[in-house]
């Protein structure tokens, strides 16, 4: 594809709502990223993809949050009983290869989806 | 201080004037990379530097890397309004990981 696709680009939801964020990597991209950013400050890393399988786990704030990726391809980001402290800039990236564990490729970032848990 | 921290946290310079940002880091890396986000949203690869390499540059951009310091330094030469924008420097750590510092927001004055 042209680039890193995430959708939707602003959701706004109530606390204890449960949310979806969709990311479509580049094509041909084995590895998948996703990082939150809060507003001013840097990313903070989630977890990452290599092919299915989510080799680091590490950076998943919560049992809240988790992750999937099917066929390869296609991501989502689940966040249940979503709380305020999860507002946020969600941001996703692939890249073509990457190394054991967390990759050293240039990664390609998504637009990033805007969540606001009022 | 963390992995990856970007100094200075802001800087305003005249526009065609040179800007340099800086990087410090810990733990020992596989490259160091530079980003560049516009609005708070996707973050934009600038340039790559290898752990083995000293210097590297791309257009008005120029990255240089020392790994017995730990650090790095982003410079942007002749600077436009267009470059105004944060700036994040991410290693790649040999352990395996990407970490993101907090970033320099970068503004050029007309």
């Known amino acids: 594809g042209a680039g890193v696709s995430q959708s939707p680009s602003n959701k706004v939801t109530e606390k204890g709502k449960d949310v979806e964020l969709r990311c479509d990597p580049i094509?041909?991209?084995?590895?998948l990223y996703w990082y939150r950013q809060s507003l001013g400050q840097g990313l903070e890393f989630l977890i990452y993809?290599?092919?299915?399988?989510?080799?680091?786990k590490s950076g998943l704030p919560s049992d809240r949050f988790s992750a999937e990726r099917t066929g390869g391809s296609v991501s989502t980001l689940t966040i249940q009983r979503t709380q305020q402290e999860d507002s946020a800039v969600y941001l996703c990236?692939?890249?073509?290869?990457?190394?054991?564990?967390?990759?050293?490729?240039?990664?390609?970032f998504g637009p990033g989806t805007r969540l606001t848990v009022l | 201080s963390q992995q990856g921290e970007e100094d200075p946290q802001a800087l305003s310079i005249q526009e065609g004037e040179n800007a340099t940002m800086n990087c410090s880091y810990k733990t020992s890396i596989n490259n160091l990379q530079w980003y560049r986000q516009n609005s708070g949203r996707g973050l934009v690869h600038l340039i790559l530097?290898?752990?083995?390499?000293r210097e590297k540059h791309s257009g008005r951009l120029r990255v240089t890397l020392d790994t017995s310091k730990k650090s790095s330094s982003l410079l942007i030469t002749a600077s436009r309004a267009a470059d105004t924008a944060s700036y994040f420097c991410?290693?790649?750590?040999?352990?395996?990981?990407?970490?993101f510092g907090k970033g320099t927001r970068l503004h050029i004055l007309p």
């Open positions: 094509s041909g991209h084995t590895a």
């Open positions: 993809f290599q092919g299915n399988s989510a080799p680091d």
């Open positions: 530097i290898r752990s083995n390499e």
């Open positions: 990236a692939s890249s073509f290869w990457t190394t054991k564990r967390g990759g050293s490729d240039t990664q390609y």
């Open positions: 991410a290693t790649a750590t040999t352990d395996d990981k990407i970490i």
